[in-house]
Nanobody, 120 residues
């Protein structure tokens, strides 16, 4: 299993950013996928989850109506469009396959993550 996150960067409050995760080593189209984030000094938290067919998506309350998760099964890639970014969105963002039923990650191994920093 390989998960490679990219697209992070420095953005001002209120700005937008789209991050990507390229997956390999498993049948991507058969798995729900999720984005998680870990801020300095805090645990990793689930941000968004999307079903294998994109029919279902769910979000943490803290990002609802600002973030949108999507996927392209032809490219084995999952995306997170982040709008209206806030200072508290600063974190390293990771993707993983996920269980819709338990809202937990599937794989024990994680990618390197992509740093998103919101600052004026």
């Amino acid at each position: 299993v390989q998960l490679v996150e990219s697209g992070g960067g420095l953005v001002q409050p209120g700005g937008s950013l789209r991050i990507s995760c390229a997956a390999s080593g498993f049948t991507f189209s058969s798995y729900a996928m999720s984005w998680h984030r870990q801020a300095p000094g805090k645990g990793r938290e689930l941000v968004a989850i999307i079903s294998s067919t994109s029919a279902y998506a769910n979000y943490a309350d803290s990002v609802k109506d600002r973030f949108t998760i999507s996927r392209d099964n032809a490219k084995n890639t999952v995306y997170l469009q982040m709008n209206g970014l806030k200072l508290e969105d600063t974190a390293v963002y990771y993707c993983n396959a996920a269980s819709i039923a338990t809202m937990t990650p599937k794989f024990n191994s994680w990618g390197q993550g992509t740093q998103v920093t919101v600052s004026s």
